[in-house]
RNA sequence: GGCCCCAUCGUCUAACGGUUAGGACAGCAGGUUCUCAUCCUGCAAAUCGGGGUUCGAUUCCCCGUGGGGCUGCCA
């Protein structure tokens, strides 16, 4: 099944955009068939620089860059395929060709009504309670006039002329049987007065041209469905096979917007959130296994995916569930994959981390604690200097750790831990022996165990104190605790 | 206004005529614990309304209601 993504370059990458990418995506793969990336810039005016480069690092990104179309080659924006180009802007021949055949075949006609006309029709449309659609007042014109009123440089566009005795009828993937009456469905203009396309010439031409056989976009669209039907039969060609995704909303229920919500893919990649994590949400924003699985890798949506379980109704965009799945994908990670990733991140802050033959050990204490890899540096910054350690924080109320047993407190860690052999250094002898001096002492393990773990890192909230001590080793975490009242 | 789509916990969703209406996130309450996080247990939380069809409707049909999309020489 040959699919495509064809977004208008008119800003970043939207995350409604790359779920609907990562369906297509979905159901290319699983025929082991070409993803297509085209370009719609047909609209002039609404073209941003540097958008078709977002799109395609942001599909990149995702682990769903295009196999066919604009892809990206050596980092640079390319194009690759037999079917191209892929960005309309550079087919415009293609499209006044084809739209020469309608007019030729008479499935559509030349337009010479203004804008201000249209504007006025629009509204006498709407004064009179009628359903605004054009009025086809240039839908008899006389050949040679409109010959002549091109010749002379007269601004037209070109229309489809659409049969209102019929009834057109398809069945879409996601949303089974539909009809639409043709006498409800606009004279839409298909070629505009600056030679470029609108979206539904563009995308008859292109898909069919393409080979493109399965029409997967957003509900929005839906109502305009039946005019590509329509033109589809005009040429000739077989129609492709429509599936329409249920919009992505806002909390209100909106139609997802930029004003309402962080929308763009960059901005997500950005904060941290991983690849894996915004995926997998977005997947599941409209999609389903059957199943009680809620982590799904990507090659584990190309198996499972399937448009019979692809939701109806709308889903909210609501990023709680979001964060929890970039926590698990945190975890996810083997401890190696993990300390890989950090590493060079922290290796910038504290360059002993690059050389640091125990770096898995310590990245192990922070992988279950952390959300985003750019914390890593900051949790892990004991391990690579001496904390600044405040009294406010060793002293602990909740803990029942007050000043005045502090000096004691610390003796005694002194004592327990400078006991222990240098090589006997290691998780079960340091909380064994510090246990065994606790019950000893008559102090609660909170009483002991909240000063040492402060005095080592500095913290409120770290990993806990016989690990970090064990992995700091014997020399450092004896200079630590002698060191606070120094 | 016209056309079209949709409707289960706050959110994402399961149940394709028979279930105490299930799961996940979030929330709340416990547990584990030196803190935080993780993890574990439990609680609370939904079928929009009305008619049909049926022995039986979340499920099928109709009518409402509500929400949304489209209605551009935007996509």
Redesign the pocket.
Known sequence: MRTRF???P?GYLHVGGLRTALYAYLLARQTKDNFILRI????Q??SVDGAVEQIVHGLAWAGIAPDEGVVLENGEVAQTGDKGPYIQSERLELYKKYADQLLHDGFAYT?????AR?DEM?KQ??AD??????DRHCLSLDPEDIADRIAAGD???IRMKVPHDELIEFTDVV???????GD???D??LL???G?????L?HVVDDHLMGVDMITRS??????TPKHLLLFQAFGWPAPTYA?F??I?N?????LSKRRNSVSVNGYREKGYLPEALINFLA?????P?T?Q?LFTLEELIEQFSME?V????????T??L??LQ??WM?KFSLSEFASRIRELVGEQYPAALADTEFEKKAALIQ????FFHEAPDMMSFFYTEPAVRMDVIA?P??KVTADILPDVVNILIETLGSIHEPDWNLESI?SSLIAAIDASGL???Q???P??AILTG?????????VAEVLGKETTLKRLKGVFA
């Open positions: 064809a977004p208008s008119t719609e810039d047909t609209d005016g609404r337009c010479f009504c203004s804008p249209l629009r449309q709407q309670h009628r359903a605004p659609m054009y601004k037209y566009v949303r089974g049987e539909m009809s639409f009456r409800t469905i606009d839409q203009v505009k007065s600056d470029f396309p609108t979206y539904h563009a509900e929005e669209w839906l109502p305009s329409h249920p919009l909303l909390k209100d229920r909106t139609k599941l924003l409209g999609w389903n059957g009680t809620e379980r939701q109806k109704a709308g889903a909210i965009f609501d709680e569930k964060d929890w926590g698990q975890r279950e604690r952390i959300t602990n909740k803990q909380s609660k393990k909170g002991v165990l909240w040492l773990r913290r409120e909230y770290s990993p806990g104190a016989f690990e």
